[in-house]
C-alpha cells in the first residue's frame, strides 16, 4: 500500500473477531489509525469482504487493533 509493506492478522475472540495491523518494517505511531484502517479496509477487500464498520480501533504497543475485524 503506497509502497509500504503491511501485515493483518485475523483471529477469532469470544466477542467475535479481532483485527490486528501492523507496519512490516517498523512500529505504527498513535496518530496513525487512519492508515492502519485504511490498511485494515484493504485487507478485507482482498478476501472478499468489507470491514467491519461498528469496529472499535485500539492501539498498544506500535499495533493497531479493531475489534469486529472482517464481515
Known amino acids: ?39 485494515a479496509v484493504q485487507f478485507c477487500a482482498d478476501r472478499g469482504q468489507s470491514f467491519d464498520k461498528r469496529a472499535l480501533g485500539s492501539f498498544t504497543n506500535g499495533l493497531w487493533f479493531f475489534d469486529g475485524g472482517c464481515e
Open 1 to 39: 500500500m503506497d509502497g509500504a509493506a503491511f501485515m493483518a492478522d485475523l483471529e477469532p475472540v469470544p466477542e467475535g473477531a479481532r483485527l490486528s495491523v501492523m507496519r512490516q518494517n517498523g512500529l505504527f505511531a498513535l496518530d496513525e489509525g487512519v492508515l492502519a484502517k485504511k490498511v
